[in-house]
């Protein structure tokens, strides 16, 4: 049980790397920027709560970029139980990847709402799908400008009451 506060946080590298299973993690009110990955979620953990956060410029050296990074490729690690609410995300243009935030194969019983969410290179807000576990909740975002679709959700998930505009691929 740890809260990480108020802290800003620039340079090379991830903002906010999380490694280990942990669990009951709160960080918010972060200014996170000029980095790689603003938050990353990087093994399996759960009732992480990531709020209020101002996270922009990531992938500023050309690195993937992604604001958060929510579990690892093919469900090789799981988050779940966690929301990410409130969060003011933009400038991911720079990087090779730069989705705003991009959740997983496998991590389940998510919920991402109330985010404001522009100027990704890739899309605003993946979702991939829970590989039969409870579905991630996309709900409440407000995102444009995305640099492809503005939510794109492969599967297991329940996207509702969101706001996209200027979403060059599809909404």
């Given at each position: 049980?740890?809260?990480?506060?108020?802290?800003?946080?620039?340079?090379?590298?991830?903002?906010?790397?999380?490694?280990?299973?942990?669990?009951?993690?709160?960080?918010?009110?972060?200014?996170?920027?000029?980095?790689?990955?603003?938050?990353?979620f990087r093994?399996?953990?759960?009732?992480?709560?990531?709020?209020?956060?101002h996270?922009?410029?990531?992938?500023?050296?050309?690195?993937?970029?992604?604001?958060?990074y929510?579990?690892?490729?093919?469900?090789?690690?799981?988050?779940?139980?966690?929301?990410?609410?409130?969060?003011?995300?933009?400038?991911?243009?720079?990087?090779?990847?730069?989705?705003?935030?991009?959740?997983?194969?496998?991590?389940?019983s998510?919920?991402?709402?109330?985010?404001?969410?522009?100027?990704?290179?890739?899309?605003?807000?993946?979702?991939?799908?829970?590989?039969?576990?409870?579905?991630?909740?996309?709900?409440?975002?407000?995102?444009?400008?995305?640099?492809?679709?503005?939510?794109?959700?492969?599967?297991?998930?329940?996207?509702?009451?969101?706001?996209?505009?200027?979403?060059?691929?599809?909404?």
């Open positions: 049980h740890i809260t990480i506060r108020g802290l800003e946080i620039s340079g090379y590298g991830d903002g906010i790397n999380m490694s280990g299973y942990d669990h009951h993690i709160t960080i918010e009110d972060c200014h996170i920027h000029h980095i790689d990955v603003g938050i990353n093994d399996t953990m759960d009732h992480i709560t990531v709020r209020r956060n996270i922009h410029d990531s992938g500023h050296l050309g690195d993937t970029g992604e604001a958060m929510v579990g690892c490729n093919y469900g090789t690690c799981v988050v779940s139980n966690s929301v990410i609410e409130g969060n003011w995300i933009h400038n991911t243009l720079s990087a090779s990847q730069g989705d705003g935030i991009e959740v997983k194969e496998g991590s389940h998510n919920i991402v709402r109330d985010n404001v969410i522009y100027d990704t290179h890739y899309p605003c807000i993946l979702v991939y799908g829970t590989a039969g576990q409870p579905r991630n909740i996309v709900e409440g975002n407000v995102v444009w400008k995305c640099g492809d679709s503005g939510i794109q959700a492969a599967a297991d998930a329940i996207v509702r009451n969101n706001i996209i505009l200027e979403s060059p691929e599809n909404g």
